[in-house]
């Protein structure tokens, strides 16, 4: 009888960077912890995590990230100040975020790039396959990209990561990746990645964006791995590795996302989420959406 895969539970979330792109805002708060609108941008990611089924959570941070785990931690003189209030609607606000997964930490200590941010995660995640959710890239909870990732490789083995077709002038910011066509429309199968190619080098527009599905065979890849561009253990150098030799750890698909994303680590981005997101609030999204057209006419 053939063993069926172990179900995947666990999720990595790299939040080290130091968020530069933000100074000075991020010069004392950590670049997660932004609010897009009410909420800061990590917990959407976790919410998104635990959403495809993946409740054990592992944050690898660095230092001055002390309020991610403030944030995910109970605050009992607030929910006692709450109560005592009768605010039970920013009471279960406050306790939403203590209660969403059981989120576990590790330090990454010397920023070397999201490979070796990964590899912190490997004595956690042990021989399980696990996702990768990078905190700047938030996915729209009615697209269900996740989910289908933790599908594909449930079904086909191996790893998956998400793609998203761009405009071949932006390719050289992404990952790039070769890819051959399947049965299905909206799964490739990945036979090269490229770290950030210039358009004429890169193999095709389909841009790797911030969620993986992974093999644990990617550990041992990555111990492997000398610095790539930037002086950095690129994760796409492992993961091409990986597609070019199929015995390491199966074959590497990729899911083609045609849904709603939203790049809050550039600054321009993180402002039309915070619009679109808002927009589409009952509680703010009429008001709001009436002072936009108006701010709008006036402006043209």
Known sequence: ?????????????????????????????????????????????????????????????????????DHFDRNY??????????????????????????????????????????????PHVGSQPFAVLLGDDLIDARDQLLS??????????????????????????????????????????????????????????????GRYVLDPAVFGVLRRTGPGRGGEIQLTDALQQMAADESIGGPVHGVVFKGRRYDTGDRGDYLRAIVRLACEREDLGPDFKAWLRRYVTEEM
Do not use: W
């Open 148 to 209: 289908r990732m933790v599908e594909i490789q449930e079904h086909e083995g191996g790893s998956v990561i998400a793609l998203m077709e761009v405009d071949p002038e932006q390719i050289h910011l992404y990952g790039c990746a070769a890819v051959e066509t399947t049965a299905e429309s909206d799964v490739v199968r990945v036979t090269g990645l490229v770290e950030k190619p210039e358009a004429a080098e890169a193999p095709s527009n389909l841009a790797v964006i």
């Open 1 to 69: 009888m053939t063993q069926s895969p172990p179900r995947i539970t666990k999720a990595v979330i790299p939040a080290a960077g130091l968020g530069t792109r933000f100074l000075p805002a991020t010069k004392a708060t950590p670049k997660e912890m932004l609010p897009v609108v009410d909420k800061p941008a990590i917990q959407y990611v976790v919410e998104e995590a635990v959403a495809a089924g993946l409740s054990d959570v592992l944050m690898v941070t660095g230092r001055n990230k002390r309020p991610l785990e």
């Open 77 to 122: 003189e607030l929910e006692s100040a709450l109560t005592r209030k009768g605010d039970a609607d920013r009471l279960a606000k406050v306790q939403e975020s203590s209660d969403l997964a059981t989120i576990h930490y590790v330090r990454q200590g010397d920023p070397r790039g999201l490979g070796h941010a990964v590899l912190c995660a490997a």
